[in-house]
Structures are given as C-alpha cells and as structure tokens.
C-alpha cells in the first residue's frame, strides 16, 4: 500500500479525490432567444404534459441532478479544481475503512474500502484536499452520474446515487491513480440563492482505488489535426499497401495515405489518383483475384466504386462501378468469399440518422426501416451481382448499420455473418457453405438488443472458441428511469425493453454450438456511448484486452439531453418524415446542435485489461489513454514493428463535423514475450480475409481469424500479433486460408514478424 504515507493517506486519495466531486452546483444550459415553430406546437404540448405526469419524478430528478451538473462543469472548465471539490456544500461525509489490496498485472494495485467509519465535516474535508494537493497530485478528470434517485416523500428526504470517478496524477515519482465509488446522497430540504439543492449526508459505498506508480505506457506520436477546408478522414485502414512489412495509415475521406518510411517516419501522399469524395466506409481487399489490393467505396454518385490497386499499392486505373445500385449513407463493407468460389463477396449497408425530416427509428428496440443492406455476389471480371434476397437477407435488409463481419462462427469452414445496428442491436446468420444464410439471432434473446455501434473478434475466455464483443450505449439514464418504474402506460414494450437497450456492451462466448452473453458481462458492459472497439494484446500476456472509443457529443455544459431522448424521443415511433415533428426536434435540440449542453459527454476511453479470461478492469487513466475527447474510428495495429501494439483512434470535432487522427505509441516496459506473422493476398481462394493463424506453445493455443467490417469506419491489417508473456518458445504456427490450404511453421525464433507465403495453386 504504497506510497501515500500508509492506509489513511489511500483514504484520503479516494475518499478526497471522490468525495469532493460530489459537490458543486451548475445551471443547467436553457433554450433562449427563440419561440418554437407552430407546427411544433401540438409535438411540444404533448411532451410538457407528459413530464408533468408520467415523468415528473425524473424531472425532478433533473432539478436535483444540477448539483452534480455545477460541479462537474466547474471541474471541466474552471482551473482551481481543488477549489470546486473543497467548496462543495454538505453537512456531513461519510466512508469506510481500507478493507483490502489485491495485485494486479502491470504493478496495478486495487485497493477497497467497506462501512462507514469515518465522519468529515466540510472543514476537515478542506483540510484532506490541501494535504492531497501538497503532496503534487493534480486532478485531470472526473465523471459524475446520476444513477438513481428517489423523491422526497413521507417527510423522508430526497436520495440519490451518484456514480463517480476522478483521475488523478503525480508526475515525481511518477503516480497515476484512479478513485470510483458509489456515492449515496440524502438531499436537505435546502436551496442555494439559484435554487439548486443542497446535500445533506453523502455516503462513499463501494470506494476502490487502482493505482500504477509508473508513467504513462502509450505516448502521442503524431496526430493529423482537421481544418475547415478539409473532408472528414473516415473510413481509417491500417495496411501493409506496398508489401515492405511496414503498415501504412490511409485516410480514405481526405483521399491521404501515410506511406510508413520507418522507424517512425510517415509520408503523406495523395491516395487515389483521382480524388473522389468518399462515404465514411470503405474496403481494402482483392476483388480482382489479382494478388492486389483493391479498394471499394462509394462516392458522391451514391454507387459503389472498384478502384484496382497494383503490387505497389498504388490505385491509378480510373474507378469501375461495381454494381447500379445507390447508397445513401453506406456505413459498413465486409466481403469474404461466402460461397467457396474462390472470389471475394461483398456486403455493404447503410446507416439512417434519426431526427433528419422529422423521421425516427421505430421502434427503437427494433428498427427495421433504414435504407437497404446489399449482399453482392462476385461473379468474376469486375461483375458482382445482388443477391441479397435469394440469400436469406432480405427480411432484415433495412437495419441502421453501423458495423458487419463475415466470419466463420460456427467453425465449419463457411463465412456466417454478424450484422450490429443502432436501434436493434445484433443480427446473428449461419452460412450454409453456399452463400444462404439462416437467421439464428433468436438464439441470443434479449441480449441481442442494444444500440449497436461496433463489435470485434477475440478469445476472451481463454477457451479456444472464437467470442465477439458488441458495443452499444450504456445509459445512465435508462437506469434512473427504470430505477423509478417510469414510462407511459400505452407502450409496454418499450418500458420492458428499455433495461437491455440501455444496458451497454455484450460479450458473447461459444458455448457448445451456441453464443451466450459472458458470466462476466457486467464487468466490461458500461463505457459509456460506445463506438470503435478493437482486440489487442497490450501488454503481450497472452490475452486479448480491448479497447473502447466513447463520447457522443461533449458541449460547453455536461448537462445531458439523453434524458430528453429516453423521455420522448424513442417513444415517438415514427420514421416517416414529419415538418412538425422536424420543427420540434430542431427547437428542442437547439441547445445541442449549439454545444451549449452534451449528450453523453466528456466519457473517458476505456481499456479492459484482461486478466487471464474472466476479469476485465478498466485501467485506461492508468496506461494514458484514458482521452476526454468525443472519438469514433479504432485501429490497434504495430505501426513501428517493435512487437507492442499502438493504437489509433479518431477524434470527431461535433461543430466541425470533422475529424482527427491521434496516433499514440504502446511503450509499455513491462510488456511480455511475442510473436507475429504477417500475411499477403495471393489470388483465387488465397485471400487474407477468412484466413486463421494458429499459435501453439506450451501454455495453450492463441488464434487470430482476418475480417473486415469490425471496429466502426475501420479497418485492421492482415497482421497477426500474438502476445506471449514469460514464454520463450513455439512449438508451432499454423495459417490456415480459405480454400482449406495449409502451412505451418515449426519452432520459429520469438520476439520477431514471420511473412508467411501462401502455398501455390487452390485446391
């Protein structure tokens, strides 16, 4: 328990650092200025008679919720945040006693404290935070959030609870810390001069600390920073373009490719040779059969485009319409050779943003009234013919798409498919070997409803059985309302569903034939408003971490619209356009689309660490990537080669509608042994895309399947890296390639990328 200066000064970062945060008032941000449309009227009167009856506990759930609003933005914008932690008014704080301390890998300490044996009066609170700030540790972050709450009833006073989190650092010696707890406030029946209410008695309940006396593992190395003349730079793809063994970076939607010149050099260079305006999603793969690296996407004509590449990963032939059919608003490309032909197929589907026209996803648990997915089937010579409904596609067509995969679930050599929307969560078809697939997304049950956002590929549990990790949005919110027993009489199931679409992200293991949510689900389902996500083993131990890319829109006050969205917007059930209803959701989110609130804001990323397959921390602050920023797009691959995994993640800039890029290197000392293998198209049934690498040691067998389509507006190389922790040997590497060839790699040297040639011919 080290080195506060003994147990009570761990109390007193936790308690001081979390404590503190629970206190502060902010007013929350108002639409000023304007008057509602009239043809808003009749939308506008209908919700303010709801929030007076249905919804009235949460509304004054929300007056009570500027307490913790004040402090938080105080927090995020003042530069005394000490200060704002001290000032914040109670009568009496309470927490535990150091109950325990448990070792984690990496030096990672977790420290728990149980009761309530220790009473603060806000003078001695004071006393605590100066103490902490003497000793050089500056606070970088918090979160606050108002989980439940209970009105004041039967001369009982009001209570909440509020869940918290401060980051906190001492750069000498270095010391990074992370406090969270839950918070129970009793409200006094008092009010400050802006009628913000005042707590009574605040509880610290499950307090834990994790610390790491070390800097930070991962280090910005570059970022390519958004201007107002440029395109956004989704989709972002990580590919060795060029075959040298050196991953290149492009940004297909500013038309830029980062050519890797190594050792950490990159060079910027148009990517295609004519400049085309590209959607947020695109492909890398070889379609022609070729050996090379084509490039799909779709352009400002709305049909998807083949650009051929060459051995040089260079795109110079003009551009080839793929198919007559238009795209409005393309979202995700996957392809994997579906029907054992030997070719890549290809599946696209579009997202639908709600609100746009007035028009919103019905219903919300199970939307099924987007623009059409496509199923491609190619044919050869550049022909690529829809067969989406011959297929077994067609009921499901018109999800709002935001990622898919073709992947060999079931392990019988055929490429299912995983389809992940907003509003409906996870669609779930078995592939029968000749491209018709059967929905068996019934088999999952309700955990199959979220808002789906992303998903990625690993063996989690350590089993050998390939899991997927679906990411969605865990709301705050929809656990207050729930909490509550709130929601309209008329819609039962949008109050039954509401507890699952507001749960968070879902882990899916193999069990026998099946997929299951994980036993330990709870531990990696909250983080936030998720969106990109990719597996990757940071620490080379020998298991997959993963990473979570959260934040929807962060504006100049924390205060939240999703209560307005879990309180009206997914009960309108309509997606039919509406100028009332338009005119409404314009003046209603005025104050979003201004920044002057947030919705899902301010959300640190998360980095679950796995800790040997069934216990995920979130040590993200701890390791430095634990970035405030609203990002989108993740890719972790091996930029500079050195066997550590780095990582890339795309910030959106929500006034801008523009992005950047932030590349940050994994320089993590105390990172195991590791092997990887590289791999390169190589024509007909060779493809990279379905291909299994195997790697076996003495501790088990590690595996890596090649898809596309996972992570959100992304896409991974076909580099397989393979953590190994105190291992020093391989017995063997298998790679195993659509077609069923095989080559395997006896006790090859660690430590070290391995190019592995595909052997000739396809049968």
């Known amino acids: 328990m080290t080195h506060f200066g003994g147990r009570w000064r761990v109390v007193a970062i936790g308690v001081g650092l979390l404590v503190t945060a629970v206190l502060v008032a902010a007013q929350p941000g108002s639409q000023t200025g304007s008057s509602a449309p009239t043809s808003a009227q009749p939308f506008l009167a209908a919700r303010a008679q709801l929030d007076q009856t249905v919804w009235a506990p949460e509304v004054l759930a929300q007056h ?151 800097p930070s593992a991962f280090r910005e190395v570059f970022q390519v920073a958004s201007t107002a003349t440029q395109r956004p730079l989704q989709p972002l793809l990580v590919e060795d373009l060029d075959g040298d063994g050196r991953l290149e970076i492009v940004m297909a939607g500013r038309n830029r490719v980062l050519w890797n010149r190594g050792p950490g050099q990159f060079e910027a260079a148009p990517f295609l040779q004519e400049d085309h305006a590209i959607a947020d999603a695109a492909i890398l793969a070889d379609f022609t059969g070729d050996g090379h690296l084509d490039f799909v996407a779709v352009d400002t004509t709305l049909y998807p485009l083949l650009f051929e590449g060459d051995a040089g990963g260079q795109f110079t032939k003009p551009a080839q319409r793929l198919a007559d059919v238009q795209f409005k608003h393309p979202k995700v490309f996957t392809a994997s050779d579906i029907d054992a032909d030997g070719d890549l197929d290809l599946f696209i589907a579009n997202y639908k943003n709600s609100y746009t026209d007035g028009q919103m996803a019905s ?247 796995n800790g040997g397959g069934a216990r995920f921390t979130n040590v993200a602050y701890l390791l430095g990537v634990a970035f405030e920023y609203d990002a989108r797009a993740v890719v972790t691959d091996d930029l500079d080669g050195d066997g550590h995994v780095d990582l890339l993640v795309v910030e959106f800039l929500w006034e801008t509608d523009n ?51 996972d992570s959100f507006s992304a896409q991974h190389s076909s580099t397989a890296h393979f953590g190994l922790g105190s291992q020093t040997e391989v017995e063997t590497i298998e790679v195993r390639w659509p077609n069923g060839r095989m080559r395997r790699i006896d006790r090859p040297d660690i430590n070290q990328y391995l190019t592995v040639q595909s052997p000739v011919g396809t049968h």
């Not at 300490?109 to 009473?119: D, E, I, K, L, S």
């Not at 979160?143 to 869940?163: I, L």
């Not at 791999?679 to 790697?695: C, F, H, M, N, Y």
């Open 363 to 609: 219903p919300y648990y199970d939307a099924n009234d987007g623009y059409p997915a496509y199923l491609f089937r190619n044919d050869g010579n550049g022909v690529f013919r829809d067969i989406t409904e011959a297929a077994g596609l067609g009921a499901k067509r018109f999800r709002r798409t935001y990622s898919s995969s073709f992947v060999d679930l079931d392990d019988d050599t055929d490429m299912d498919l995983i389809v992940i929307s907003d509003f409906a969560g996870l669609d779930l078809y078995l592939n029968n070997g000749q491209g018709q697939f059967t929905d068996v997304t019934d088999t999952l049950g309700r955990d199959r409803h979220l808002f789906g956002m992303s998903h990625t590929f690993g063996d989690y549990d350590l089993d050998g059985n390939l899991d997927f990790y679906v990411a969605g949005m865990g709301s705050t919110t929809a656990r207050r309302l729930e909490g509550m027993g709130l929601g309209p009489d008329d819609k039962p199931e949008h109050n039954d569903l509401r507890s699952a679409m507001g749960y968070g992200n879902r882990m899916f293991v193999r069990r026998g034939d099946k997929f299951g949510v994980a036993a330990f689900n709870d531990q990696i389902a909250q983080s936030g408003w998720s969106w990109g996500t990719s597996s990757f083993d940071f620490d080379n131990d020998g298991d997959e971490d993963i990473f979570v890319a959260n934040g929807h829109i962060s504006g100049k006050s924390i205060q939240d619209y999703c209560t307005v969205f879990w309180r009206h917007d997914i009960y309108t059930d309509d997606s039919q356009d509406n100028v009332g209803r338009e005119n409404m959701f314009d003046f209603v989110m005025s104050p979003l689309q201004d920044t002057a609130i947030s919705w899902n804001g301010y959300e640190h990323k998360v980095l679950w660490m």
């Open 659 to 709: 992005h950047t890029l932030h590349v940050y290197q994994n320089r993590l000392p105390e990172a195991g042994n590791w092997i990887g293998v590289r791999l390169r198209e190589a024509g007909p049934g060779l493809s990279t895309i379905g291909t299994i690498v195997t790697v076996r040691t003495k501790a088990g067998s590690q595996m890596r399947r090649f898809v596309t389509g």
């Open 64 to 214: 009570y919720e500027r307490r913790f609003v004040q402090l938080w933005d105080l927090l995020l914008q003042g530069d005394d945040k000490y200060g704002a932690l001290a000032n914040f008014p109670f009568a009496t704080l309470r927490f535990g006693l150091p109950a325990g301390q448990e070792s984690l890998d990496l030096g990672i300490r977790r420290t728990t404290y149980t009761g309530t044996a220790r009473n603060l009066s806000p003078e001695a609170w004071g006393v605590l935070l100066d103490r902490f700030q003497g000793e050089g540790y500056v606070i970088e972050q918090t979160e606050w959030h108002h989980s439940s709450f209970e009105p004041p009833k039967d001369g009982r006073d009001a209570q909440s609870e509020v869940s918290a989190v401060i980051h906190a650092v001492r750069e000498d010696p270095p010391h990074r810390v992370i406090v969270q707890a839950r918070l129970a406030v009793t409200w006094s029946s008092l009010v400050d001069a802006q009628d913000v209410p005042i707590p009574n008695v605040i509880t610290v309940a499950d307090l834990q600390i994790l610390d790491r006396q070390a």
